[in-house]
C-alpha cells in the first residue's frame, strides 16, 4: 500500500504564489504516476496535471498551463506543485494521487489519494 499526504496550502491575493507538496510512503514512489486533482464544493474533481513515472513527461489542464507546473524527486519520495499568478478560480482542495499504469489526466484510474489541502485565493 502507498501512502500520500498533502501539504503546503494557504490563503494567497490574487497574482501570489503557492508551492503544494505530496509526501509518499510504502512503495517507492518511482513505481507509480503521480497526478496533481481538485475539487470544488458541488463540482467533480478536476484534473491538474500529472507526470510519468520517471518524471521525463507532464500534462497540464488548459486551465493551470504557463502558470503551474509539476515535478517530483523520487531520491525523496516527493511530488510538488508550484503555483504562479494565481486567480480566485483556483480556489479549492487540492489532492494528490498515484497510480500503478500510465500517466493519465481520469481521475478515476487513479490508485491511491491524499486526503487534500486547501488553497484559497482571495484579496
Known amino acids: 500500500q502507498v501512502q500520500l499526504v498533502e501539504s503546503g496550502g494557504g490563503l494567497v491575493q490574487p497574482g501570489g504564489s503557492l508551492r503544494l507538496s505530496c509526501a509518499a510512503s510504502g512503495r517507492t514512489s518511482s513505481s507509480y504516476a503521480m497526478g496533481w486533482f481538485r475539487q470544488t464544493p458541488g463540482k467533480e474533481r478536476e484534473f491538474v496535471a500529472c507526470?510519468?513515472?520517471?518524471?521525463?513527461?507532464?500534462r497540464y489542464s488548459d486551465s493551470v498551463k504557463g502558470r503551474f507546473t509539476i515535478s517530483r524527486d523520487n531520491a525523496k519520495n516527493q511530488m510538488y506543485l508550484q503555483m504562479i499568478s494565481l486567480k480566485p478560480e483556483d480556489t479549492a482542495v487540492y489532492f494528490c494521487a498515484g497510480e500503478r499504469g500510465v500517466m493519465t489526466a481520469v481521475a478515476s484510474q487513479y490508485d491511491y489519494w491524499g486526503q487534500g489541502t486547501q488553497v484559497t485565493v482571495s484579496s
Open positions: 507526470i510519468s513515472r520517471d518524471g521525463a513527461l507532464t
